[in-house]
């Protein structure tokens, strides 16, 4: 069992459906660090943290002291974007943003599900958003009940993953994700080329569609999410059965909100090595050559 501390609305609620959804492991409230302590089927600790005002000093330094077997970590919303101006410092333990499942929730909570390779990192470029831009499948914030789909899609080069991407480098960084784990790529500078052109009707010969919000940086910062929303709402329309990702640079929980409900239906956080996208890819689809896992 997995103790949860602290509060389950938004993005945090998000997380702990993800955990119980993706596993048979069960998830419990506990107050106190006392009542997790005193279950010996307690595996985990996850402490979520509102806002910074309620950064939790003691529970921090009592579990730094007594609880040196279980694995414990802390959840927090986008206040932690700013980390290096919250007074906190370096906290000296795990601390991990809502967004930033599969390249920390993830293997913290199911390491024998990861990709092997603890180099991955380095074989590509950091997939950053220039600096002037600001659900498992089936895991979308307007699915009833909010179900993790245990369905796993059919990838193969046949059905290549489409990469929306205005910046070639972040768009080269993705392909080389896709080729790790087996499949073949097209790259198109934004969702609205691909929806204007001939082939469009590809998406019946499409495994996944990837939109970097990189594809809006001609756009004003604050109408970017807008166009982003637009167009998933319009792939979605025309190509329900098509799985849509959205990689965006520190992505806030009321955008997420807005992209998912639209029909996204994961999100990778930027900046980034390209382990995120490989993990989703191996953990959700059927590929012709799966990541080998430890």
Not at 80 to 86: S, Y
Not at 122 to 145: E, K, M, W
Not at 183 to 190: A, H, I, M, P, Y
Request: hydrophobic fraction near 40%; glycine fraction near 4%.
């Amino acid at each position: 069992m997995i103790a949860w501390n602290g509060p389950n609305d938004g993005c945090y609620g998000w997380i702990r459906r993800r955990v119980e959804q993706a596993t048979t492991i069960a998830t419990f409230h506990a107050h106190d660090l006392d009542a997790i302590l005193s279950t010996p089927q307690c595996t985990r600790i996850i402490v979520a943290v509102r806002n910074r005002l309620d950064y939790p000093w003691q529970l921090v330094r009592r579990l730094e002291q007594q609880s040196q077997v279980l694995p414990w970590a802390l959840l927090v919303d986008n206040w932690w974007d700013g980390a290096r101006r919250t007074g906190i410092g370096n906290p000296g333990h795990i601390i991990w943003p809502w967004y930033r499942w599969w390249e920390g929730w993830f293997p913290w909570l199911y390491p024998e599900r990861c990709i092997a390779s603890h180099n991955t990192a380095q074989l590509f470029s950091p997939v950053h958003a220039p600096i002037d831009t600001q659900r498992a499948i089936g895991f979308n914030q307007s699915t009833t009940q909010q179900q993790v789909s245990s369905k796993r899609f059919s990838m193969t080069s046949e059905k290549p993953l489409l990469i929306f991407a205005g910046c070639s480098t972040t768009a080269e960084s993705w392909r080389e994700c896709a080729k790790l784990v087996g499949l073949q790529t097209r790259v198109f500078r934004s969702p609205e080329a691909w929806l204007e052109m001939s082939m469009k009707s590809d998406a019946a010969h499409t495994g996944c569609l990837l939109i970097d919000d990189s594809a809006y940086l001609d756009a004003p910062v604050q109408q970017q999410v807008n166009r982003m929303n637009e167009d998933i709402q319009a792939i979605v329309a025309q190509y329900p059965n098509c799985p849509l990702v959205i990689a965006a640079n520190m992505p806030r929980w009321s955008d997420w909100n807005l992209w998912s409900s639209s029909g996204a239906c994961e999100i990778i956080a930027k900046p980034a090595y390209g382990v995120p996208l490989c993990q989703f890819l191996n953990s959700t689809f059927q590929t012709d050559a799966a990541v080998e896992v430890e």
